[in-house]
Nanobody, 117 residues
Framework: QVQLVESGGGLVQAGGSLRLSCAAS????????MRWYRQAPGKQRELVAG???????NYADSMKGRFTISRDNAKNTVYLQMESLMPEDTAVYYC???????????WGQGTQVTVSS
């Protein structure tokens, strides 16, 4: 009964900021490597950022320096702070929980981010 509940998406002008949240339940949150993906229309889903239980982060090159992933294990929540947004950032953003050493992947419902020019 794992659930990843996302919030924070919406419409923003180019250059603006958004903070996405993903609240997890039904799993031992601290065991999971948390990731954000995004998928634009007609494109493959791509990795945005990932964070280990201990806070080690990684980013796709195109997002590095603009996006920040963080997590609060006490709140079972992972965040994605997005700055200097560009129209090409427009996509559905998905929260993912991955259990290291397994093939288990859990996905959120996705939240739409639209960046206007």
């Amino acid at each position: 009964q794992v659930q990843l509940v996302e919030s924070g998406g919406g419409l923003v002008q180019a250059g603006g900021s958004l903070r996405l949240s993903c609240a997890a339940s039904g799993l031992t949150f601290s065991y999971y490597y948390m990731r954000w993906y995004r998928q634009a229309p007609g494109k493959q889903r791509e990795l945005v950022a990932g964070i280990t239980s201990g806070g080690n982060t990684n980013y796709a090159d195109s997002m590095k320096g603009r996006f920040t992933i963080s997590r609060d294990n006490a709140k079972n929540t992972v965040y994605l702070q997005m700055e200097s947004l560009m129209p090409e950032d427009t996509a559905v953003y998905y929260c993912n929980a991955f259990l290291m050493g397994t093939t288990l992947n859990y996905w959120g419902q996705g939240t739409q981010v639209t960046v206007s020019s």
